[in-house]
């Protein structure tokens, strides 16, 4: 079956420090890649996604993706982090081109000290 | 412009009642796509509406059904109530169903079975 993993569960940063959140699906075939945030008390956003091109994704507040299809990995990257980037953030992938049934890893909760 | 809305944002109740969860998509969106959250799990997709019918299913029991009204709003129905479906219930709507569409998720409504 398809899965993604998250590999930290919890992650604590001071500000300024660089961010890297590890995500890797299981899917041989063609994938569609995203990045959602969830921060305290507010909805799952779109952070941003890939789906074909330049495998390097940039998304809004800073952050971007890079897709390694040889090592079916998608992870988030910002180089200096901020209290207001403190949030849960999930990683989830639409195999085979299709749309609905994202599948999404058990997300990365951030905590971001000032 | 409003965005992904559902109702009610809470919900009590007891083993083997029955439960309807209601959501209204962002404007100029025709899909509804409904994922159960459970405590400190990503999503898990439920099913997919499109056209007032059943698209896509994720691996859930019969006791999990839904539909889509014309005007492109969605209810999900859960029978026969387990302690297990205690959770966050996210609808999610997009346009159509290309993969390249972003999905946008409501806040949810979190049910609690006791």
């Known amino acids: 079956a398809q899965s993604v993993s998250q590999h930290n569960h919890h992650v604590i940063l001071s500000e300024a420090a660089s961010l890297e959140l590890g995500c890797n699906y299981s899917?041989?075939?063609?994938?569609?890649l995203f990045w959602y945030v969830q921060y305290p008390g507010q909805h799952l956003q779109l952070l941003l996604k890939?789906?074909?091109?330049?495998?390097l994704v940039k998304g809004i507040k800073g952050f971007e993706a890079e897709f390694i299809k040889s090592k079916f990995s998608f992870n988030l990257r910002k180089p200096s982090v901020q209290w207001s980037d403190t949030a849960e953030y999930f990683c989830?992938?639409?195999?085979?081109?299709?749309?609905?049934?994202?599948?999404f890893g058990k997300g990365t909760k951030l905590s971001v000290k000032p | 412009d409003a965005g992904v809305t559902q109702s009610p944002t809470h919900l009590i109740k007891t083993r083997g009642q029955q439960v309807t969860l209601r959501c209204s998509p962002k404007?100029?969106?025709?899909?509804v796509s409904w994922y159960q959250q459970a405590l400190g799990q990503g999503p898990q997709f439920i099913f997919q509406?499109?056209?007032?019918?059943?698209?896509q299913r994720g691996n859930f029991p019969d006791r999990f059904s839904g539909h889509q009204f014309p005007n492109y709003s969605s209810e999900l129905n859960v029978n026969a109530l387990l302690l297990g479906d205690s959770a966050l219930y996210l609808c999610?709507?997009?346009?159509?169903?290309?993969?390249?569409?972003?999905?946008?998720f409501g806040p949810g409504t979190r049910l609690l079975v006791l």
């Open positions: 999610a709507s997009s346009r159509g169903l290309a993969g390249e569409e972003t999905q946008y």
């Open positions: 899917y041989g075939g063609t994938v569609n």
């Open positions: 890939y789906f074909s091109g330049d495998p």
């Open positions: 989830a992938v639409t195999p085979g081109g299709s749309q609905g049934n994202l599948i």
């Open positions: 404007s100029g969106h025709d899909t």
């Open positions: 509406y499109y056209e007032e019918e059943e698209r």
